[in-house]
């Protein structure tokens, strides 16, 4: 399976991106979910996961409120709303495949680049 994530970009802050991560090779509708980032010089930390209906999302602190993940399984795509942009949301974006509990991934897409600008 290949996770291929987009809409990436340069945004002011307080401005808004949507991020998409298309599955291809294999279905998604029965996996949780999740999106990571990677800012420069930091570790690659959690930003939201979400459960196989969809109905349970879980988000770190600092996106909450802001951020909003959701998928369509029909179009086996995984999404990440984002308001209020902030610099400090300024990251490489990562989409992933999590088990079937926790945070932990089975396997990583590409990232997308969020640069937020103040």
């Known amino acids: 399976v290949q996770l291929q994530a987009s809409g990436g970009g340069l945004v002011q802050a307080g401005g808004s991106l949507r991020l998409s991560c298309a599955a291809s090779?294999?279905?998604?509708?029965?996996?949780?979910m999740g999106w990571f980032r990677q800012a420069p010089g930091k570790d690659r930390e959690f930003v939201a996961s979400?459960?196989?209906?969809?109905?349970?999302?879980a988000y770190v602190d600092s996106v909450k409120g802001r951020f909003t993940i959701s998928r369509d399984n029909a179009k086996n795509t995984v999404y990440l709303q984002m308001h209020s942009l902030k610099p400090e949301d300024t990251a490489v974006y990562y989409c992933?495949?999590?088990?079937?509990?926790?945070?932990?991934?089975?396997?990583w897409g590409q990232g997308t680049l969020v640069t937020v600008s103040s």
């Open positions: 992933a495949k999590l088990r079937s509990s926790g945070r932990q991934v089975d396997y």
């Open positions: 090779g294999r279905t998604l509708s029965s996996s949780r």
């Open positions: 979400i459960s196989v209906s969809g109905g349970s999302t």
